[in-house]
């Protein structure tokens, strides 16, 4: 095992010399044939992401996550690296498990948790050999772009992975992805301008992982926002689990979004409501889809205004005003993103008063083998 990992960290290090490779090129011409390429690796990405919906091919996560993120970056990555860098992760977290075992925890799901367990220790601390070698550091939040805004492969999980610096979509996404490796389970789970991870053990029942504090909070740290009604949660509008098959559907929304940080202006309106659509008829009241519509059929219904296209204004208006009236059912409240950072800087502050004492995170350590 000391071999093989010695073997994974001298790779981790190759892989990461070549991050420059995730440059973003913001000096490409948008021509007809760049926009015509762009157009079909996005069409690529969300054939193959609905295959998987619709049952012509296996759902996997990593594989849709993967899609989104090579269609952005023009069909340049190679999915085996992909996977390789993943597989670096969850080999260091079983020789984590394997040499460190969780005190006072005997429940029947106890190597499950351990396992669990050991995943968050690698997210949230320094990993050592016996010797002393670094086999891993911890994962940081990016707090300088923490909603993608300067740079949209900011919410990847290729860069994550590069420059260990993530944020509430790529954090989460890289810890369900392990689990999925691993051989455990966990579920996405969202929130205004935000994703986080839910798990469930014999001892406490279901509780909340947070990848960007690093931390085991209690529900109250969200509903603390102020944004999340009680109507909410019953509708299943936040704080629920999404089901494999739903987090899968919501890699269509990032693929709608990478898509328009992409192309800007030379967007197909026709494009981004194929995936929202296709992203509502698996969840119906996925919030990102449910906006985006609402924006775009407000775009064409004042786009046929101007054109004095009557029918197609009212088809556009009537679209707008179904989904107004879906938001209002789900009590839906928009969150700004001056809001969203005032929140959670103050969970920083605060976040000890928000955690769930009940789990148990104390290992019998010995350093990795």
């Known amino acids: 095992m000391k071999k093989t990992i010695y073997i994974f960290f001298l790779f981790t290090v190759i892989i990461l010399c070549k991050g420059g490779a995730l440059a973003q090129n913001n000096n490409v011409a948008l021509d007809s044939n760049y926009i015509n390429r762009v157009q079909f690796n996005f069409e690529k990405a969300y054939n193959e992401i609905t295959d998987m919906l619709n049952g012509k091919q296996s759902l996997s996560f990593k594989r849709a996550v993967f899609l989104v993120e090579n269609a952005y970056f023009g069909d340049s990555l190679n999915y085996q690296l992909f996977c390789s860098k993943i597989d670096i992760y969850k080999t260091i977290v079983l020789a984590y498990n394997n040499s460190n075992k969780l005190l006072n925890y005997s429940y029947k799901d106890s190597t499950t948790e351990n396992i669990n367990a050991s995943l968050f220790k690698v997210f949230s601390d320094t990993i050592r050999t016996q010797d002393g070698l670094i086999l891993s550091t911890p994962f940081q939040y990016n707090f300088d772009d923490a909603l993608g805004y300067k740079k949209h492969l900011n919410l990847f999980v290729n860069n994550l992975l590069y420059n260990k610096k993530g944020n509430c979509r790529s954090l989460p996404y890289l810890y369900k992805i392990l689990t999925e490796e691993l051989g455990t389970k966990s579920y996405l789970a969202l929130a205004p301008m935000h994703i986080y991870i839910k798990q469930r053990n014999k001892k406490v029942g279901w509780y909340n992982v947070e990848l960007t504090s690093a931390q085991y909070p209690n529900d109250f740290y969200l509903v603390s926002t102020g944004y999340i009604s009680q109507q909410n949660i019953i509708s299943g509008l936040y704080m629920d689990t999404l089901s494999l098959r739903e987090s899968v559907s919501i890699c269509l929304m990032d693929l709608c979004k990478a898509y328009t940080s992409k192309l800007g202006a030379n967007t197909s309106i026709n494009f981004q409501l194929q995936c929202a659509n296709k992203a509502l008829s698996i969840k119906s009241n996925y919030i990102d889809a449910l906006l985006i519509k609402q924006r775009l059929h407000k775009s064409l219904w004042i786009k ?57 995170t104390t290992f019998k350590t010995t350093n990795v083998k």
């Open 304 to 360: 046929y205004q101007k054109e004095n296209n009557i029918d197609l204004l009212n088809q556009n208006k009537i679209a707008y005003n179904e989904i107004n009236k879906k938001l209002i059912q789900l009590d839906y409240r928009d969150v700004s993103e001056e809001t969203f950072q005032k929140w959670y800087v103050s969970y920083q502050k605060n976040k000890s008063s928000f955690n769930n004492n009940k789990i148990n």
